[in-house]
Nanobody
Framework: QVQLVESGGGLVQAGDSLRLSCAASGRADSTYAMGWFRQAPGEEREIVAAISRVGTSVYYQDSVKGRFTISRDNAKNTVYLQMNSLKPEDTAVYYC????????????????????WGQGTQVTVSS
């Protein structure tokens, strides 16, 4: 397993931007496919975006397409989620996750697909 630490959350107004970071330690994250999930109060945890282990493939949930961008810097062992045009419905705790044993082209969208999870960072968007 790899240890994951998220940062960058906060309280913003609708229309603002935030960039979340997920720093991986324990093993080089280039061997891991990564994902960002979120969980709002009373809701199930859901996939937001995913990226293959070398960044050749990405996936986005429909509600964030065109607003969020997932990227990775394997030299820094860090994955990012750039969130633009934030909406109140984006309010949630955001988690990053890592999965070992994937291909350069595969992204994963299920909770059970991932081996390691961060502790989460709160994003609150006011209207």
């Amino acid at each position: 397993q790899v240890q994951l630490v998220e940062s960058g959350g906060g309280l913003v107004q609708a229309g603002d931007s935030l960039r979340l970071s997920c720093a991986a330690s324990g093993r080089a994250d280039s061997t891991y496919a990564m994902g960002w999930f979120r969980q709002a109060p009373g809701e199930e945890r859901e996939i937001v975006a995913a990226i293959s282990r070398v960044g050749t493939s990405v996936y986005y949930q429909d509600s964030v397409k065109g607003r969020f961008t997932i990227s990775r810097d394997n030299a820094k062992n860090t994955v990012y989620l750039q969130m633009n045009s934030l909406k109140p419905e984006d309010t949630a705790v955001y988690y990053c996750a890592a999965r070992a044993g994937s291909t350069d082209w595969t992204t994963f969208t299920g909770l059970a697909d991932y081996d390691s999870w961060g502790q989460g960072t709160q994003v609150t968007v006011s209207s």
